[in-house]
């Protein structure tokens, strides 16, 4: 019997202390960005820009596509300019910046000033569901530049 008290004891020691690390350690030390989060690599490493990805996902994932272009259209005119304004800077870096950005990015959620303003402004562009690999492997296809691709009529 004082067997398993003492074993209880000790259990109940190594759970209590358990907890308390998990409460006072920082969730800081656990977030890191991968070579897939929050951004997939093949968005850090493509040549395409912002427009001919874009192009692409309107062919390859058309739901997606569309239902980015809803969500983007149900937001106010600033902020769907801020979301591509920050679309663009983000395809204006190198490989090592966008790294450094989805670093940041998986590590302090008040980094991205557009996600306080749409949770989802970058969903078409970082989505890990498949979306950014079929866009990606063909976005050099399309031409550079091609504003007209974010001017989609929404159908209300």
Partial sequence: MNRIRWTMRV?????????????????????????????P????????DAEQYLAAVRDTSPIYFERYMLDKSNRPLDVQQMAEDR???FYSLDAAGRRQYSEDTATDIYYEQ????????????????GVVAKAAAVCLNYPRGDLSVWDWPVAR
Avoid: M
Avoid at 41 to 48: D, G, L
Avoid at 114 to 129: D, I, L, S
């Fill in 11 to 39: 259990l109940l020691l190594i759970i209590t202390a358990s907890a308390a690390t998990a409460l006072l350690v920082s969730p800081r030390v656990f977030a890191d960005a991968t070579d897939e989060y929050p951004i």
């Fill in 41 to 48: 690599s093949k968005q850090i490493e493509t040549q395409c």
């Fill in 87 to 89: 679309v663009h800077w």
């Fill in 114 to 129: 557009v996600a306080t303003r749409w949770g989802n402004w970058a969903k078409v562009f970082f989505n890990n569901k």
